[in-house]
């Protein structure tokens, strides 16, 4: 059974002229446990809704998210905030790191959510992308290739069964975004978590088992306005 | 608590805000309650004043506290009077007129210091070395207080000043030798220099006319004898013209009190105000700062944190932040306590202590983290409906 089950999703937001815009249309997708999956979509195709929708932040209208087996749909607000603390690691491209704690303190909030907080894990993950020795430092004492791999970190954290990364190598120089991109795929392969992975950039197509084209999987997207604010 | 930390300023304002107002409250209530009950306990364990005729107010302040003027001179003949009343247990006449450095000379018999029990089952006392003055001597025993301040101690001389306030050109002639100091009693006797009452009426430079006179007559009556009181007020205050007795001697200073209530109640609007200040600055603050830390919470939320554990992350800033503010608040009111309880010693002699278990020290810190939790429901709401995927960038 895959991992990740999309069917018939949808996903429809209010414009400011208060016309509903379908901004997702997905027949059918899918990803098994430990798959890594590049998205390729460029602005206002409707890839961070779609990373929104598989993380429950914001919830489907139409359609269905199966994750490890649970529908995302059928459950309540505060239970899908529970499965995503539980399942699921987030890459964010701004990195999102929180500036009044440490890296290690950071890593540790990425488990906090979703049951207990192993500091020895913490480290271990820290150590593993290259920051053992800057464990107490704040976010802005590094630079962006250490705060990205911060994030890495804290995205592994809560040993995850997918890790959605969100055009995670867009604010890098591209020796950092290799780093990066190296970091996230072998951290996932060692832990078995699979990737999803969306950006817009076609060299990364030879990294991964499969690439898909996400104007072509997003139905809703050949109708959408090219922009940032629908991204 | 990072939160607060972040934002250092605008915090430790907050958390100043907070303080200042916890401990105005305690002191405008808690303070003000125990200067009531130790001025109306410091009545030196006498019934009533007798006094020339004027101001109750005046007499007591003036016999009692040892402050203000006698509204003049009663005679000798009115003290042995009243030591006649078979209700009457005793009677001490006062004279005063006289200074040391600006520290009261009392005039009276040594059976006051000797025989008087100034609270139940309290009799002065004097620190080890020291005895009493006997009648028409030369010799002074200072209280507590005063000997600390004018650094007196036993064999030790002065010259009294004339007037009650310190002038150092009315020097007497008259040299007086210390012969004892009391223990401390926590009442006005602390600050007053005691000299036999002949010195008093009989020093250099007073009107000899004078010099059978008393400022006043402090009076104990028996146990049991409350009509006595009752009879001696009609007989002073109503049928007699020359006289006025303070009776009930501690009423007359909570009638003080009460006659200046509408000070506390303008102390108290200050205080509620302050209060509501820093409730509002708590509120302003965290409102503010969720604007700045929108993408934090969403950040928080996207790692799996519940709508309503933001919420509570959100409101138990607003409430450590008054919680700190609290504890800042009874360092503040210990402190402000006894520096005014040093004031209120200087000024009266009467021992305040700000440590006096009251009421006020419970709801005022409850109410002041009520207010802080109010202040943070709102942050805590903004917080709650923080949209995250528009914050999510």
Partial sequence: MALLSLKNLSKRYLSDRGEWTEIVRISSFELDAGEQVLLQGESGSGKSTLLNVIAGIVAADEGAVTLDGTDMRALAESARDAHRARSLGYVFQNF???????????????????????????????????????????????????????????????????????????????????????????????????????????????????????????????????????? | MRGIRERRVSSAITIAAVALACSLLMLVWAFKKEAEQSFAGASGGFDAVLGPRGSKLQIVLNALYHLDESPGLMRWSDYEQATKFPAVEAAYPLAVGDNYRGYRLVGSIPEYLQNHEYAEGRSFEL????????????????????????????????????GLVYNEGAKHEEIYTVTGVLKATGTPVDKVVWIPISGIQTMSG?????????????????????????????????????????????????????????????????????????????????????????????????????KRTVFMISLLEA???????????????????????????????????????????????????????????????????????????
């Fill in chain 2, 206 to 306: 007073h009107n000899p006319k004078a010099a059978t006179d008393v400022s006043a007559v402090l009076i104990k009556l028996k146990r049991g004898a409350s009509m006595a009181g009752f009879q001696l007020d009609m007989m002073y205050n109503k049928q007699g013209d020359r006289l006025t007795l303070a009776w009930p001697a501690n009423r007359t200073i909570l009638q003080f009190f009460d006659k200046i209530s509408w000070f506390d109640k303008i102390l108290q609007a200050v205080a509620a105000l302050v209060a509501i200040i820093a409730g509002g600055a708590i509120l302003a603050i965290l409102y503010n700062a969720m604007n700045e830390r929108k993408r934090d919470i969403a950040v928080l939320r996207a790692l799996g944190a519940r």
């Fill in chain 2, 127 to 162: 620190e080890s070395g020291g005895s009493l003055f006997a009648s028409g001597s030369m010799h002074a025993v200072v209280g507590a207080f005063a000997a600390r301040r004018l650094g007196l101690g036993v064999g030790d001389t002065f010259h009294p000043y004339h």
């Fill in chain 1, 96 to 231: 999102n790191l929180l500036d009044a704690y440490s890296c290690i303190e950071n890593v540790e909030l990425g488990m906090a959510f979703g049951g207990k907080t192993d500091v020895a894990l913490a480290r271990k993950l820290l150590e593993r992308v290259g920051l053992g020795e800057r464990l107490n430092y704040r976010p802005d004492q590094l630079s962006q290739g250490q705060k990205q791999r911060v994030a890495i970190a804290r995205a592994l954290a809560n040993r995850p069964k997918l890790v959605l990364a969100d055009e995670p190598t867009g604010n890098l120089d591209p020796s950092n975004a290799a780093v990066a991109l190296d970091l996230i795929q072998s951290l996932c392969r060692e832990n078995g978590t699979a990737l999803l992975l969306v950006s817009h950039d076609p060299s990364l197509k030879d990294r991964f088992e499969r690439t898909i084209d996400l104007s072509e999987l997003n139905e809703a997207s050949s109708l959408l306005p090219g922009s940032e604010g629908l991204s």
């Fill in chain 2, 319 to 393: 409430v450590g932040m008054t919680f700190a503010g609290v504890i800042l608040g009874f360092v503040v009111y210990a402190g402000l306590g006894m520096g005014i309880g040093e004031i209120v010693q200087r000024e009266t002699g009467v021992a305040l202590s700000p440590f006096t278990g009251n009421a006020a020290m419970l709801w005022a810190p409850l109410g002041m983290l009520g207010i802080g939790l109010l202040s943070g429901v709102l942050p805590a709401i903004k917080a709650y409906r923080t949209d995250v995927s528009r914050n999510l960038r």
